[in-house]
């Protein structure tokens, strides 16, 4: 169980790295446990098309700098993405090891070292393409724009980024727990890739500071990459009062001060089942909650967040309280508690009960119920959306409905991986060049990663 200090020191070593890095002699035992498949499963469970077994080959090889390519190549956030990645369902869950109930290969791992190799060379592997009179604006520097951006300055496109926040990275930066990523790692990540020559405008917001018709005008093509909105509402009463935060906004003051200054929070309700509301919990215990309650609506089998995420906020201390619903935060001044009531489910449909009522008490109730979907910077556009609110595209260009506009990433998928988003980046930016050089081959040195799209 995690220790529930608040001192600055111990919240240090609570929020540090969960995953350490490999040793250069870890690495060689785990490449030499490759089977090197020829038909991958580990390939196709990733979004971008990573070609593990080659990059594993390279590591074998004595080769970092080269399986640190191969990633870029598929994926510019490979960096990041050997961090983040949720690896027990994507390359490593496909793994033929775990097929025979064995350990598979620490693809996360492996990746990180040959990504680490890059960064530590400080130099990427490879250049923008010729320079180009076309120009194309990125709006959002997360992981869906900054993959967007990148590919585009490979096929020698003048690009521009617009970001809102005074730091580009989106949930990279922001939103990720500190002990998956701290901040830092994204930001290194982010200032190797704009090497390329991307021009990055921070702290204007499109749609206010500025006009949307300006960027159509002004730009040959525009990707949209804004992500989701905020968090969602309980829509009960108190919800208002002090003490009652959002997860990403608690999340984004943890990584911004690795705790420090935070409020405390001695008991802790955090109201959600999904993998955001397991890193509010757990890192309300790593900055010093003494009592974390995650509470969710439904059974433990419903949970959609990640089955190795709920074993660690167990493994943290959270308790983990099921099929209860919120109704009212109560409290004078600030939050002191919240009621709840029971629930059961019947044919699948959620029934509350009216008469098993009970109140937990607490000084923080965190809100973890998903994000609403980013509506405005779309309409603003003109792009059609789907009947869930996320922008429509063609799935194979990712271009909206409004011709010369693309879009990717959370505001498209709903709210998936940093992988997701990075591999939507990379089909917009060929949709990108396919439409404003129609019959026009790619620069030299582009050929692999189109052909991991």
Same mark, same amino acid.
């Given at each position: 169980?995690?220790?529930?200090?608040?001192?600055?020191?111990?919240?240090?070593?609570?929020?540090?790295?969960?995953?350490?890095?490999?040793?250069?002699?870890?690495?060689?035992?785990? +490449?030499?446990?490759?089977?090197?498949?020829?038909?991958?499963?580990?390939?196709?469970?990733?979004?971008?098309?990573?070609?593990?077994?080659?990059?594993?080959?390279?590591?074998?090889?004595?080769?970092?700098?080269?399986?640190?390519?191969?990633?870029?190549?598929?994926?510019?956030?490979?960096?990041?993405?050997?961090?983040?990645?949720?690896?027990?369902?994507?390359?490593?869950?496909?793994? #033929?090891?775990?097929?025979?109930?064995?350990?598979?290969?620490?693809?996360?791992?492996?990746?990180?070292?040959?990504?680490?190799? #890059?960064?530590?060379?400080?130099?990427?592997?490879?250049?923008?393409?010729?320079?180009?009179?076309?120009?194309?604006?990125?709006?959002? +520097?997360?992981?869906?724009?900054?993959?967007?951006?990148?590919?585009?300055?490979?096929?020698? !496109?003048?690009?521009?980024?617009?970001?809102?926040?005074?730091?580009?990275?989106?949930?990279?930066?922001?939103?990720?727990?500190?002990?998956?990523?701290?901040?830092?790692?994204?930001?290194?990540?982010?200032?190797?890739?704009?090497?390329?020559?991307?021009?990055?405008?921070?702290?204007?917001?499109?749609?206010?500071?500025?006009?949307?018709?300006?960027?159509?005008?002004?730009?040959?093509?525009?990707?949209?990459?804004?992500?989701?909105?905020?968090?969602?509402?309980?829509?009960?009463?108190?919800?208002?009062?002090?003490?009652?935060?959002?997860?990403?906004?608690?999340?984004?003051?943890?990584?911004?001060?690795?705790?420090?200054?935070?409020?405390?929070?001695?008991?802790?309700?955090?109201?959600?089942?999904?993998?955001?509301?397991?890193?509010?919990?757990?890192?309300?215990?790593?900055?010093?909650?003494?009592?974390?309650?995650?509470?969710?609506?439904?059974?433990?089998?419903?949970?959609?967040?990640?089955? !190795?995420?709920?074993?660690?906020?167990?493994?943290?201390?959270?308790?983990?309280?099921?099929?209860?619903?919120?109704?009212?935060?109560?409290?004078?001044?600030?939050?002191? &508690?919240?009621?709840?009531?029971?629930? &059961?489910?019947?044919?699948?449909?959620?029934?509350?009960?009216?008469?098993?009522?009970?109140?937990?008490?607490?000084?923080?109730?965190?809100?973890?119920?998903?994000?609403?979907?980013?509506?405005?910077?779309?309409?603003?556009?003109?792009?059609?959306?789907?009947?869930?609110?996320?922008?429509?595209?063609?799935?194979?260009?990712?271009?909206? &409905?409004?011709?010369? #506009?693309?879009?990717?990433?959370?505001?498209?998928?709903?709210?998936?991986? #940093?992988?997701?988003?990075?591999?939507?980046?990379?089909?917009?930016?060929?949709?990108?060049?396919?439409?404003?050089?129609?019959?026009?081959?790619?620069?030299?040195?582009?050929?692999?990663?189109?052909?991991?799209?």
């Amino acid at each position: 169980m995690m220790a529930s200090s608040t001192g600055r020191s111990a919240w240090r070593d609570n929020l540090a790295e969960l995953k350490k890095p490999l040793s250069p002699e870890a690495v060689r035992l785990e +490449a030499s446990r490759c089977l090197y498949c020829h038909d991958a499963p580990c390939i196709q469970a990733c979004p971008t098309s990573i070609d593990v077994p080659r990059f594993i080959r390279q590591l074998a090889s004595f080769d970092p700098l080269g399986a640190g390519k191969t990633i870029l190549e598929a994926n510019p956030l490979g960096h990041s993405c050997a961090r983040v990645c949720p690896v027990p369902v994507l390359c490593e869950g496909a793994c #033929v090891y775990a097929a025979w109930n064995d350990e598979p290969v620490r693809i996360a791992g492996l990746q990180r070292y040959a990504t680490d190799a #890059v960064h530590s060379a400080d130099a990427l592997p490879f250049d923008p393409g010729p320079e180009s009179d076309l120009r194309v604006a990125v709006v959002g +520097a997360g992981p869906a724009g900054v993959s967007c951006a990148t590919y585009l300055r490979r096929l020698g !496109f003048a690009v521009t980024i617009f970001e809102k926040r005074r730091l580009p990275g989106g949930l990279n930066t922001f939103g990720v727990a500190e002990y998956k990523m701290d901040r830092r790692t994204s930001l290194e990540e982010l200032r190797l890739l704009f090497r390329l020559g991307c021009s990055v405008v921070t702290n204007r917001e499109v749609g206010r500071d500025l006009a949307p018709k300006k960027l159509l005008r002004d730009f040959d093509a525009v990707f949209l990459g804004p992500g989701l909105a905020g968090t969602r509402d309980l829509g009960i009463l108190g919800e208002d009062l002090p003490g009652v935060v959002d997860a990403i906004s608690f999340i984004e003051r943890v990584k911004a001060r690795r705790g420090r200054g935070l409020p405390s929070g001695e008991r802790v309700v955090v109201v959600g089942g999904g993998n955001t509301a397991i890193d509010a919990a757990t890192q309300s215990v790593r900055t010093g909650a003494k009592r974390v309650i995650l509470a969710y609506r439904r059974g433990l089998a419903d949970m959609p967040a990640y089955d !190795f995420e709920v074993a660690l906020a167990k493994t943290d201390g959270v308790t983990l309280l099921m099929n209860a619903v919120p109704k009212r935060v109560l409290g004078l001044r600030k939050a002191e &508690s919240v009621e709840f009531a029971r629930t &059961s489910t019947k044919a699948g449909r959620l029934i509350e009960s009216s008469t098993e009522l009970f109140t937990l008490p607490c000084d923080r109730v965190i809100k973890a119920i998903g994000q609403r979907k980013e509506n405005a910077l779309p309409r603003a556009f003109g792009v059609a959306l789907n009947g869930d609110g996320t922008i429509k595209t063609d799935p194979d260009t990712l271009r909206t &409905s409004r011709r010369g #506009v693309y879009a990717g990433g959370d505001a498209v998928n709903g709210g998936k991986e #940093v992988v997701n988003a990075a591999a939507d980046g990379k089909r917009a930016a060929w949709g990108i060049h396919r439409a404003l050089r129609p019959g026009v081959p790619p620069p030299p040195d582009n050929e692999y990663w189109i052909s991991t799209l």
